[in-house]
């Protein structure tokens, strides 16, 4: 519970999610959009009567789909799956209000494939390919987030 001094606490986030990728050869670069997923299992305890302090591991979802820029034809489509270590603090504001400021690292996995007009060898646009991706990417990230509490949870 984001706003009470128990030992644990869950935050479930949903949001947009953007990924480029940037090369300087024929490909240009590429723009994922998608959506994110993130379960945060937090454990402190509150420094303050407003302000609670916790940590605990991160599990992160994604779903992502683009093209690069020289290859508007060819569409890459990912899922990737991450976990690591995040830090966190809730500031309560109110009965119902919560802003969160977290930051964390992530160890993620991207798996998918790309489908349509594409050529890195020859640069020809006429013929299609697939091609299967399998990425590895550490990420450090500060985020700052509003929670809408369902009950004050202050006990």
């Not at 990420?139 to 987030?145: D, P, S």
Request: charged share 15%.
């Amino acid at each position: 519970a984001p706003a009470s001094d128990n030992l644990f606490n869950y935050n479930l986030n949903i949001g947009y999610d953007k990924f480029r990728n940037n090369n300087k050869n024929a490909w240009g670069n590429a723009d994922l959009d998608g959506v994110v997923m993130s379960h945060n299992f937090g454990f402190g305890g509150l420094i303050t009567s407003h302000i609670r302090l916790w940590f605990g591991p991160e599990l992160r979802l994604s779903w992502s789909e683009g093209s690069p820029d020289n290859f508007s034809n060819y569409t890459i489509r990912t899922f990737g799956v991450g976990i690591g270590p995040v830090l966190g603090l809730h500031f309560n504001v109110g009965e119902r209000l919560t802003f969160v400021l977290k930051g964390g690292y992530q160890f993620i996995n991207y798996y998918g494939y790309g489908r349509g007009q594409f050529s890195h060898v020859t640069n020809d646009a006429s013929s299609a390919h697939k091609y299967y991706y399998d990425t590895r990417e550490k990420l450090f990230y500060v985020a700052i987030e509003i929670l809408a509490r369902t009950s004050s949870g202050k006990k």
